[in-house]
């Protein structure tokens, strides 16, 4: 063994003695806060050598050392400080290894032999480079300078202890253990802090504060403000997001690792996020799982502390950084804290905490884009639709170049020959919905409705063929595999909102079909369409509302709830009126005085004018639960406007259906007294009409 080794190890074991027992100096369990003098010599020869990693606070300490190292300035420890980073070796790698040798006896440092347990690319520059350290501490009596100033270094490391501990404690409640981790305060480290899992720790010195535990978090932290004497760490009680990230990351990534096998089942919630969270390095679900559950914890620690702005800050950033499910997570976290006595630990919450996996399964395959309407919308902006997005979004312009030399495509000029016989509005993306997604192929009924308005099944199929070949000849799916980063942005930012919606009505009317169907179409006009009776599935086709951040904008909650309230209502409210059919015919007298403002709006029989009125009533009564009443009062200014005469009434008796669920479980159950109600609307207003009219006649007459 060298001078320079020899005299290294003297230091540290000389240090260790004289610093507080390990473990039993701090009065929060599980965290040991210590100076580690070997890390500390790194730093301060990156001090010397003006180091980035090194503090830029001109404390007194920091005078003091300047002035006892300066004859050392030129030591190979200090020239070569650069050297050994540049080739390769980082300053984690160093602190790693200098933290090995703090927690060393001195005959486990006989040849380096501490260095084995290191993952480094060059062994032999950091063994060299150890040797430097060495005889620079031996020969600048860096032991005697700790020693000098050994008061001033144990009162920093109360005064921190004091200010931590409070913070510290509030982690292993929240886990209901303890966080096994090491904090060395380094007062010549540059402001932030470096962190990583030692494994290895069990094989060291019975020194350790944790010679049980299968992994040991260390923590080195620079100082933040300069302080009277020695530097102060900045912390004043207070853990930031990022020390509570590292103190939490151990327990979750061990909960989470024996929960592989389960989260397989959930992969495919991976493919949404995978896009964004790659840039945060996440590049397999059970990564970015882990992650999200982390990064709710910290939130929630950072809120029970008082901060909730800076926990509302990091929340923003997550979800703008593609962390779809952390917002399902903090709500069920929230289920944990009040149920601490059921869940004394996170361990015993954790099957608890997958729950919100079910859901975001259910949401995943309800929620999203579908090729097919994307076809649709490029088949109609070649055809002349009218019935189309016209916002000029980056994803229009690029739909309209891939598709636009297509343009005398069969496909093509069937769909013109189709709309222009009836084949239009909800008809169209009704029918692409009942193509299958692999092939394109029509292998279900066509509905009656459907195929009159196309002029025949046989058409229908013949489009179908046609829509295979299109698809093949410009190659259409490259197309869609070039635009799933916008895919999955779309569906990031407006996923939840819809599912949040669908989930508000299906609590309203009663009953939740087994599956349903939410279609962003992202060249859609700005409303919506629903499927029709023909659907196991109810489906609801939203489109945009605008463009925002160069992505078709559908304008969250308070314009997706309204559109899929509507939607989706049709698929319970029109199957009500055909059950009910004698009684709705009975109210066909309602029709007359409102039919010339209905046929306006394409509707031409009084069984969809029924069907409307219902729907649009349920729309409003939503609306105001959830939106407000300022929200629903325009709503119904706006239907009334359209002639909806029959709309307030209906929402009026709603609210009896609202305010008495015990008797009325579902919607279907209240449907009779919709139409008893109906009826008196309708006979107010045609006996109004028909006094209008006899009044406008004698007047005529005089």
């Avoid at 010599?41 to 606070?57: C, K």
């Avoid at 920091?62 to 020239?79: D, S, Y």
């Avoid at 769909?415 to 029918?431: I, K």
């Avoid at 009334?640 to 015990?662: N, W």
């Amino acid at each position: 063994m060298s001078l320079g080794a020899a005299s290294l190890m003297t230091l540290m074991l000389s240090a260790i003695a004289e610093r507080p027992a390990w473990g039993q100096s701090t009065e929060a369990p599980g965290v040991a806060l210590n100076l580690c003098p070997a890390v500390e010599l790194m730093s301060l020869v990156h001090l010397l050598a003006g180091s980035r990693f090194a503090t830029d606070l001109e404390t007194p300490w920091v005078r003091r050392a300047r002035e006892h190292f300066e004859p050392w300035a030129e030591h190979a420890a200090v020239r070569r400080a650069g050297e050994v980073l540049r080739s390769g070796v980082t300053v984690d790698d160093l602190a790693r290894a200098l933290w090995r040798a703090d927690m060393q006896s001195e005959s486990q440092l006989a040849g380096y032999s501490w260095l084995d347990d290191t993952d480094l690319n060059s062994d032999s520059i950091l063994r060299s480079y150890v040797v430097d350290l060495g005889d620079f501490a031996s020969s600048s009596s860096y032991q005697e300078f700790l020693h000098e100033n050994r008061v001033e270094r144990l009162r920093m490391l109360g005064e921190e202890r004091v200010a931590l501990t409070p913070g510290l404690e509030k982690i292993g409640e929240y886990l209901g253990e303890a966080p096994r981790a090491t904090i060395c305060l380094n007062p010549f480290f540059t402001t932030g802090s470096l962190s990583w899992q030692d494994e290895a720790h069990r094989a060291m010195s019975e020194r350790s504060p944790w010679p049980d535990a299968p992994t040991l978090t260390v923590v080195v932290l620079g100082p933040t403000v300069a302080g009277a004497e020695m530097p102060g760490f900045g912390r004043g009680g207070r853990l930031d997001s990022d020390l509570l990230t590292t103190l939490v990351r151990p327990t979750v990534q061990a909960i989470v690792e024996a929960s592989r096998d389960s989260l397989a089942g959930y992969a495919e919630l991976f493919e949404p996020v995978a896009y964004r969270l790659a840039e945060q390095r996440l590049s397999t679900w059970t990564d970015a799982w882990r992650e999200h559950v982390l990064q709710a914890i910290v939130a929630r620690l950072l809120s029970a502390s008082g901060r909730e702005g800076e926990a509302a800050a990091e929340l923003e950033r997550l979800v703008q950084a593609g962390f779809l499910y952390i917002d399902p997570l903090l709500d069920q976290l929230r289920l944990y804290e009040k149920g601490r006595n059921q869940y004394p630990t996170l361990v015993s919450f954790y099957l608890t905490l997958l729950d919100v996996l079910d859901r975001e399964i259910s949401i995943a395959r309800s929620v999203g884009i579908d090729p097919r309407i994307e076809l649709m919308t490029g088949i109609q902006m070649l055809g002349g639709s009218w019935l189309l997005s016209r916002d000029d979004s980056p994803y229009r312009k690029d739909l309209w170049t891939f598709v636009r030399y297509a343009a005398a495509d069969p496909a093509v000029e069937t769909y013109r020959r189709l709309a222009s016989q009836g084949f239009a509005f909800d008809v169209v993306p009704r029918f692409f919905a009942l193509l299958t997604p692999a092939d394109l192929s029509l292998s279900v009924p066509v509905p009656e409705e459907l195929a009159r308005r196309a002029g025949g099944t046989e058409k229908l199929r013949v489009f179908a063929r046609q829509l295979r070949s299109f698809v093949s000849s410009i190659d259409f799916n490259t197309f869609l595999k070039t635009h799933k980063g916008t895919f999955a942005a779309i569906e990031l930012r407006n996923r939840r909102a819809a599912a949040d919606a669908a989930d508000i009505l299906w609590e309203y009317l009663g009953e939740t079909p087994s599956s349903w169907r939410i279609t962003f179409g992202l060249l859609l006009h700005n409303g919506g369409f629903a499927t029709g009776e023909e659907a196991l599935t109810p489906q609801a086709f939203i489109g945009p509302v605008g463009v925002s951040d160069g992505l078709p904008d559908f304008g969250g909650l308070g314009r997706i709830g309204p559109l899929i309230w509507h939607e989706f209502s049709h698929t319970v409210v029109n199957p009500l009126a055909e059950a009910h059919g004698k009684r709705v015919a009975e109210l066909e007298f309602g029709f007359e005085p409102i039919q010339e403002d209905m046929a306006e709006q394409a509707y031409g029989d009084w069984r969809t004018v029924l069907n409307e009125h219902v729907v649009r009533a349920i729309e409003v009564c939503v609306t105001e639960r959830v939106l407000g009443t300022a929200a629903a009062a325009a709503l119904i200014d706006n239907y009334e406007g359209l002639g909806f005469q029959y709309l307030s009434a209906l929402v009026e008796e709603l609210r009896e259906y609202a305010s008495d669920r015990e008797r009325y479980p579902t919607l279907e159950d209240f449907y009779p007294r919709l139409l008893d109600r109906l009826e008196q609307a309708a006979s107010k207003h045609v006996e109004t009409a028909t006094q209008h009219k006899i009044t406008h006649k004698t007047g005529d007459e005089e």
